[in-house]
């Protein structure tokens, strides 16, 4: 993290003169769009991330803007400037508008703030622009640059907290977090995101309001935590969750692993080695034309969820020792419970329980050699996810023995050597019987209905165990099957 000095005045004018050649680059439809509403008698400013990334010199593809006109007059002026215009959400006094490439939204200078019990903020519309920023989350996205003459305002030094790399709130942060309880999240988030540090105070009210976050709609909730974990730093991020009992409320599971610390040293610390996990997971992903490009949310959750089934079924055996067993069948269960709840769509949810389901299965290949019906069944199982589960696999050896890592390292080298024999072999991703169900009903003389589905089932196990082994052959042992079943 950085030093105190790193907020000395240079510091800051280091800033503003990125930030100065960044803004200085928008698109010359913009500054026009500026110009449009200051002939109207309205003002219009460029507010939140993109300003904060404009001083960090990062590109944002979002251009967000706060207005003193009401959303009629806004739509008004945009359909005039712009190619197309929309109201993706006029009832918040938002409206969307496109000129060639550039896609603006703009926002009615507005206050936002939670009814008791209501799960959706009540908004009510601002008159300046200062009164604007200080309703918004974080001081660093409560900067804010009039246009067209590209006049900076920071009424709360957000500045000076993007200097020193902290997360503070515009207000106090207790009076923040009551307005919208979602900033406890995306105080979260934006640690995960920005890599700062949270001020004491917002760390204090995360932990004395985390249940506030029960009036919030799971999928904002969801929302937030999906860009927390395909941000730079998830680590950070979670851990700020885990520590003022933020996870308690959103993701129980993961806060859960600490009672799984074993003060006689038994066993590892299972919360620990989940975070280096994830972050092993993450050094494992690829570049854009790689199997598992970065960032990956299916991979990144699985390695976050993979040992939750181990608090409820640690067990203390004659002798000392310690087992988790079907921790991984315990484990995927409450995956599918969790993102469920938290209403990821189904394919996540089938995906991420799938992976902490199949993450122990390598696990005994080392010590003996696996038959090629073993490994078919391996690939079969993991399907589209074998990619993910080849990262997942390797990201779950954590031990600071070097010989253990090494040998487990060869191991898995060894079965993905033998996958990619078979899979030229045999063309792995499209294995199937040797006779289609048509050829069954043809063989035994039956029609359609189970039969031909547990006889299909039969051939499948049977091209498992003995790989392709020809029409003929495989019609002989159907033959066989079916003279014994009758």
């Known amino acids: ?6 907020s000395r005045p240079d510091r800051r004018l280091d800033l503003q003169r990125r930030a100065l050649a960044a803004l200085a680059g928008l698109p010359a439809s913009i500054f026009e769009l500026g110009r ?9 400013a460029l507010v939140g991330g993109p300003v904060r990334d404009a001083f960090l010199e990062e590109v944002s593809h979002d251009l967000d803007f706060a207005t003193s006109a009401r959303p009629e007059e806004t739509e008004r002026l945009l359909a005039a400037w712009g190619d197309s215009s929309w109201d993706i959400g006029k009832e ?12 603006v939204e703009v926002t009615t200078y507005r206050t936002e703030a939670y009814e008791v019990g209501s799960r959706k903020p009540v908004v009510e519309y601002g008159d300046t622009l200062e009164g604007d920023l200080s309703r918004r989350d974080f001081t660093v996205n409560a900067m804010a640059v009039r246009l067209p003459e590209l006049t900076f305002v920071d009424p709360h030094d957000g500045l000076g907290d993007l200097a020193r790399h902290v997360l503070r709130t515009p207000v106090s942060a207790t009076q923040s977090f009551d307005d919208d309880p979602l900033r406890i999240m995306r105080a979260a988030r934006f640690t ?20 506030r976050l029960e009036i919030v709609s799971a999928e904002r909730v969801r929302a937030e935590l999906e860009r927390l974990m395909i941000s730079r730093y998830p680590r950070r991020g979670l851990e700020i969750m885990v520590y003022t009992g933020v996870a308690d409320v959103v993701l129980p599971e993961l806060a859960e692993l600490q009672q799984t610390v074993d003060e006689h040293k038994r066993h590892k610390d299972v919360y620990e080695h989940t975070l280096t996990v994830l972050d092993q997971a993450i050094a494992l992903e690829t570049g854009p034309d790689g199997p598992v490009p970065a960032p990956d949310l299916v991979l990144r959750l699985a390695a ?7 608090p409820a079924t640690r067990r203390f055996e004659p002798g000392g020792g310690v087992s988790f067993h079907h921790h991984e069948l315990v484990g995927a269960k409450l995956t599918a419970r969790r993102l469920k709840a938290l209403r990821f769509d189904k394919q996540t949810i089938k995906d991420v329980s799938r992976l902490v389901e199949l993450h122990l ?3 005994g290949y080392g010590d003996g050699a696996w038959t ?16 993910r589960l080849h990262r997942l696999t390797r990201a779950d050896s954590t031990t600071r023995n070097q010989r253990k890592a090494m040998r487990l390292s060869a191991a898995y080298d060894d079965l993905e050597e033998r996958i990619a024999q078979l899979r030229e072999q045999e063309e792995l991703k499209a294995i199937r019987p040797d006779l289609d169900g048509k050829q069954i009903m043809e063989a035994l003389d039956v029609p359609a209905g189970p039969v031909v589905g547990q006889a299909y089932k039969f051939l499948l196990d049977l091209r498992m165990e003995r790989g392709p ?18």
């Open 1 to 6: 993290m950085p030093s105190p000095t790193t």
């Open 36 to 44: 449009s509403f200051a002939a109207a008698g309205h003002e219009l």
């Open 92 to 103: 918040y006094g938002t409206i969307g508008a496109r000129k060639g490439d550039t896609v």
């Open 192 to 211: 995960a995101q920005l890599g700062f540090d949270v001020d004491p105070e917002v760390m204090a009210a995360m932990s004395a309001m985390a249940d």
């Open 304 to 310: 976050v969820m993979h040992d939750v089934g181990k």
């Open 361 to 363: 299965r390598f696990h």
């Open 372 to 387: 090629d019906s073993a490994v078919r069944r391996y690939v079969t199982d993991a399907g589209p996810l074998l990619e």
């Open 469 to 486: 082994v020809g029409e003929d052959a495989a019609r002989e042992a159907l033959l066989a099957w079916w003279a014994a079943r009758k």
